[in-house]
């Protein structure tokens, strides 16, 4: 279908609203559940020209009452593949790329710090304080959402020294593990229950304070409390904990490298200094053998579990017996056929590597930038993964 006239001719009326600049900037949006599909349609509608939507989970039936991009047929289909589809058609000249991965697995660290912003619509604490540090450490700008019955918050991080969502909790609470919660179960720490009504007001919220942030005018305020029950809508002043850990940048130059993350293990080690020791950030499964029958497996037996989430228990192809699983974040220990894709490595990430060691004994860090797949690389339409 051919427009007549200029879609975004309302916007271009709006005092200080910049539609050219929407046109060339991109947003990440991390779960793309009920908060994330709004915001992914608000910023679509709105004229940003490349969402990035990561989020490891399929659609289910209660997904449906809170999604407008969702469908009953996409039941079962990934979240992030069902939102694209339904984006396509809702704002056409918006470039959707999809990530069904968990977030240190599906946006790396250098796609993170080329993003005007990051917005976060996760419902597990765990996950939350991940895609904090993760943000920290390139100095993203980050706005995250969370809803309850009748109302919820709105945080926004511009630099990594302001307080956070990590700063209001324990020390205890920032290192408990935790699962991701289940809509239907309500928990004291958990995410309440909430309709669609709680989500459009927060995801709208979000929508407003993330284009203020891609137009370079953010709100003074830093979070942002909605009521519903009470009809108040209030900044929130947040205290800095100097204990915190989600506020460390990089340190030291990013250099960047000639391999992306289709690369096997011994392309990049031949893409690094002579004995590099290349680290991921998040430990995967390497080659073993069963101490039950002998059987060598080569590491790929074992489910990785997605962040907050536990790898199923894996067994012998042979015995059928429960093996040992050995786990690692040196990807020396990894087989060097193994492409990084497969060991949970995002595209563009940032990886720590330990280069030659100083004259106290101890390893030197630098940080290396894998580089932006090529259009071969890609499997799937929108997909970088």
């Known amino acids: 279908m051919t427009l007549v006239g200029d879609r975004y001719a309302r916007h271009r009326l709006i005092p200080d609203w910049d539609q050219d600049l929407l046109a060339t900037s991109t947003?990440?949006?991390?779960?793309?559940g009920a908060l994330g599909n709004e915001v992914a349609k608000n910023l679509a509608l709105a004229g940003v020209g490349r969402l990035i939507l990561c989020d490891p989970d399929?659609?289910?039936?209660?997904?449906?009452?809170?999604a407008v991009l969702l469908e009953p047929e996409d039941i079962g289909r990934p979240k992030v593949t069902a939102a694209a589809t339904a984006l396509a058609r809702l704002a056409p000249d918006v470039a959707v790329e999809t990530r069904q991965?968990?977030?240190?697995?599906g946006v790396g660290l250098g796609e993170l710090a080329d993003a005007g912003v990051v917005l976060g619509g996760l419902d597990a604490r765990r996950a939350r304080l991940r895609l904090l540090g993760r943000a920290a450490l390139v100095g993203t700008p980050l706005v995250d959402g969370g809803t309850f019955a009748w109302g919820g918050e709105i945080r926004l991080r511009m630099d990594p020294g302001e307080p956070c969502y990590?700063?209001?909790?324990?020390p205890h609470e920032r290192g408990e593990s935790d699962l991701p919660w289940s809509c239907a179960e309500i928990r004291a720490d958990g995410p309440q229950p909430a309709s669609i009504v709680a989500t459009s007001?927060?995801?709208g919220w979000m929508t407003l304070v993330a284009l203020r942030v891609l137009f370079g005018n953010p709100p003074e305020y830093r979070m942002l409390r909605i009521d519903g029950g009470t009809g108040q809508t209030a900044p929130v002043t947040l205290t800095r904990d100097g204990h915190c850990p989600h506020h460390r940048p990089l340190d030291g130059p990013v250099h960047p490298l000639s391999v992306d993350h289709h690369a096997t293990v011994g392309e990049l080690l031949e893409a690094l200094p002579p004995g590099a020791e290349?680290?991921?950030w998040a430990p995967f499964s390497v080659p073993g053998q069963c101490h039950h029958c002998g059987r060598h497996h080569d590491g790929d037996d074992n489910g990785h579990g997605q962040q907050g989430q536990q790898a199923q228990p894996s067994r012998c192809r042979d015995c059928g017996r429960t093996i040992r699983v050995r786990r690692s974040e040196r990807?020396?220990?990894?087989?060097?056929g193994r492409r990084l894709h497969d060991l949970g490595v995002a595209p563009e990430e940032i990886l720590s590597?330990?280069?030659?060691?100083?004259?106290?004994?101890?390893?030197?860090?630098q940080w290396h930038r894998l580089a932006t797949p090529t259009p071969t690389g890609t499997s799937g339409s929108g997909s970088t993964m």
């Open 58 to 66: 399929t659609v289910a039936a209660s997904n449906l009452s809170r």
């Open 27 to 32: 947003a990440v949006i991390v779960g793309v």
């Open 101 to 105: 991965a968990d977030l240190a697995a």
């Open 278 to 280: 290349p680290l991921t």
């Open 166 to 170: 990590g700063c209001s909790l324990t």
């Open 331 to 336: 990807l020396r220990d990894a087989d060097p």
């Open 201 to 203: 007001i927060v995801a």
């Open 353 to 365: 590597v330990a280069t030659t060691t100083q004259a106290d004994g101890q390893a030197e860090f």
